[in-house]
């Protein structure tokens, strides 16, 4: 099946320091991969994303390279700020189905401090 | 356009009442999702619509959900006796596929359901 693995959190860091957060996945087809962010008390936005392998995706200092051979898309920022806190979400959407329903990793929490 | 939008925010209500949230997309999209998100946990996918077409309904949607997408715009979710496991955030979202192209999923705010 289809399935979406991600570091446990919580993740706390100090201010500026560089952050990774594993993703890796499981999927019948070739996935588009995914990087959601959700703020405390928000919805979810989507971060960045990468449609086929190779292919980064960056946003707002964040960084994620799709890696097929390794079935991984860690995420990455190399200066944090506290307003980064939140909790992150990796995802997959097998876009050559007929439908292309999102599904996620457990998510995790990251708190940056001062 | 101002994205997906759901209604209300938050709801509390007793165990055994009926409630019903609601789901605007994004305008021209044709695929609407619900997926409900726990405590702690990624969202799950619940149920997808194709226009008014509910093409998928997940295992987690007990006979006590029922969802609607009437005329392929706005969809409703509606939870009868409500349970205090259905205490949860119900996340809509919205894509486009096929036609004038196709989009990621846009996700609403949610609808913070509590069940007392």
């Known amino acids: 099946g289809n399935s979406v693995t991600q570091m446990e959190g919580p993740v706390t860091l100090s201010e500026e320091a560089f952050l990774t957060i594993n993703c890796t996945y499981t999927a019948t087809g070739y996935p588009s991969l995914f990087w959601y962010v959700q703020y405390p008390g928000e919805g979810l936005q989507l971060l960045l994303k990468?449609?086929?392998?190779?292919d980064k995706g960056s946003n707002k200092g964040f960084e994620a390279t799709y890696r097929k051979e390794t079935t991984s898309f860690h995420l990455e920022k190399g200066s944090v700020q506290v307003s980064d806190s939140a909790v992150y979400f990796c995802?997959?959407?097998?876009?050559?189905?007929?439908?292309?329903?999102?599904?996620f990793g457990p998510g995790t929490s990251l708190s940056v401090i001062p | 356009d101002t994205g997906v939008s759901q209604n209300p925010r938050h709801k509390i209500t007793k165990r055994g009442q009926n409630v019903t949230f609601r789901c605007d997309p994004i305008?021209?999209?044709?695929?609407l999702y619900w997926y409900r998100q726990t405590l702690g946990q990624g969202p799950e996918f619940l149920t997808y619509f194709q226009n008014e077409a509910q093409l998928e309904k997940s295992r987690l949607l007990s006979d006590r959900f029922s969802a609607e997408r009437p005329k392929g715009s706005f969809s409703t979710l509606e939870i009868q006796r409500t349970e205090q496991g259905d205490s949860a955030m119900y996340l809509c979202?919205?894509?486009?596929?096929?036609?004038?192209?196709?989009?990621?999923?846009?996700f609403g705010q949610g609808t913070r359901l509590t069940v007392v």
């Open positions: 979202a919205s894509s486009q596929r096929g036609g004038s192209g196709n989009t990621e999923a846009f």
């Open positions: 990468a449609t086929k392998a190779d």
């Open positions: 995802a997959l959407s097998i876009v050559e189905t007929s439908y292309d329903k999102v599904i």
């Open positions: 305008s021209e999209h044709n695929r």
